[in-house]
């Protein structure tokens, strides 16, 4: 099936940037929508951004919006989280995934709406 693999995350001082990236397989990454999520100890799950599967729509979560930016490449099976102007509450573990429904015409934010997910990375923001 789908799998999914994060990389990039690390420890950033604040003001600075990081870009995280996901490397799909095991399925027509061009057909599905993709989207980021982050959770920190003791708090929910939360969307951060989310692309089209043609890559022509993208959302991003209030918080994270006009800093983040969210781009796929289809050719090589991989959607990017660049990350600027990071803040200590970007501190998270940092997930991508993929949307289960071929061509979906919205971008969904809910994480139970996304059936694969990747291992996660960790993105840590110092003060």
């Known amino acids: 099936q789908v799998q999914l693999v994060e990389s990039g995350g690390g420890l950033v001082q604040a003001g600075g940037s990081l870009r995280l990236s996901c490397a799909a397989s095991?399925?027509?990454?061009?057909?599905?929508?993709m989207g980021w999520f982050r959770q920190a100890p003791g708090k929910e799950r939360e969307f951060v951004a989310a692309?089209?599967?043609?890559?022509?729509?993208?959302g991003y979560a209030g918080s994270v919006k006009g800093r983040f930016t969210i781009s796929r490449d289809n050719a090589k099976n991989t959607v990017s989280l660049q990350m600027n102007s990071l803040k200590p509450e970007d501190t998270a573990v940092y997930y991508c995934?993929?949307?289960?429904?071929?061509?979906?015409?919205?971008?969904?934010?809910?994480?139970?709406?996304?059936?694969?997910w990747g291992q996660g990375t960790q993105v840590t923001v110092s003060s």
């Open positions: 995934a993929a949307d289960p429904v071929i061509r979906r015409r919205v971008l969904l934010t809910n994480p139970g709406s996304y059936d694969y």
């Open positions: 095991g399925g027509t990454f061009s057909n599905y929508a």
């Open positions: 692309i089209s599967w043609s890559g022509g729509s993208t």
